[in-house]
């Protein structure tokens, strides 16, 4: 095994630990009386994601251009939950359409997944140039918070801690992932002009469901504890400003 590939390899392990670590903080929490708070901090998350990281580096990456596939990222979720896939309930678990309902997660699991696949190509790419551990450093930062963003919209839809888990290491497999397309495509394909209309597809994603999905959820079911949902949904936000400050655009 060659010394990239060995780094790669750990570096990818590391990532994919951190995720399950996030998933962990909600799949272990005996009191679901903390999963509304838990959606409040994951639609701060995914707020915080979206304007914070994704969509300057969309920016940065495809100018103006490439906000023209965050309405087609949001409209896509859209049709997903609205027309293909039944939607998310807003009633507690034991509600049986609840337990039926696959879109948000699913949606969840596909943005997040896409935005990560990315990062593995961004780690790639670092190991290749010698500054791998800068990239793991930035990667794994917003994967702990990410992850438990996805295990509390999981959890919400009434899914077994097996299937969050399966769920969560799928999604931090797309680093791996990322490096080998990296990889075995470098040569060929050109990421630098695909990673940004990735990013804003997923950014319109991300807004989607924070928006239409959990922030309705914590609104309706969290009346009794209306300052501490506040709080989880600015810690959520505040979480990805300082990554975005402190690691800057290293990810990508």
């Not at 969309?58 to 251009?65: Q, R, V």
């Not at 394909?189 to 804003?200: D, I, Q, T, Y």
């Not at 994603?205 to 009346?223: C, E, M, Q, W």
């Amino acid at each position: 095994m060659s010394p990239v590939v060995a780094e790669v390899f750990l570096y990818s392990c590391i990532v994919v630990m951190s995720a399950l670590a996030g998933a962990a903080v909600v799949v272990l929490n005996e009191k679901s009386t903390r999963l509304v708070t838990f959606l409040a901090f994951a639609a701060g998350v995914m707020f915080g994601a979206a304007f914070f990281h994704m969509l300057p580096e969309a920016y940065e990456g495809g100018g103006w251009w490439a906000f023209a596939l965050v309405p087609l990222g949001f409209l896509f979720v859209l049709v997903l939950e609205r027309y293909l896939v039944a939607h998310a309930c807003e009633e507690p678990p034991d509600c049986a359409e609840h337990v039926h309902g696959r879109a948000l997660g699913l949606s969840a699991f596909l943005g997040l997944s896409t935005h990560t696949l990315f990062d593995g190509i961004a780690l790639g790419s670092s190991v290749k140039e010698g500054v791998g551990a800068m990239a793991l450093l930035a990667i794994t930062a917003h994967k702990i918070p990410s992850s438990l963003s996805l295990a509390s919209i999981l959890q919400a839809e009434g899914k077994k801690r097996g299937t969050i888990l399966a769920y969560t290491a799928l999604y931090g497999l797309m680093v791996p992932v990322g490096a080998l397309l990296y990889f075995g495509f470098d040569a060929v394909l050109r990421f630098e002009s695909l990673a940004p209309k990735a990013l804003a597809f997923s950014a319109g994603t991300f807004l989607y469901i924070a928006v239409s999905d959990l922030l309705p959820h914590v609104n309706k079911h969290g009346r009794d504890k209306p300052g501490r949902n506040l709080v989880a949904l600015a810690a959520g936000l505040l979480v990805m400003f300082v990554l975005a400050r402190v690691l800057g655009h290293t990810e990508h």
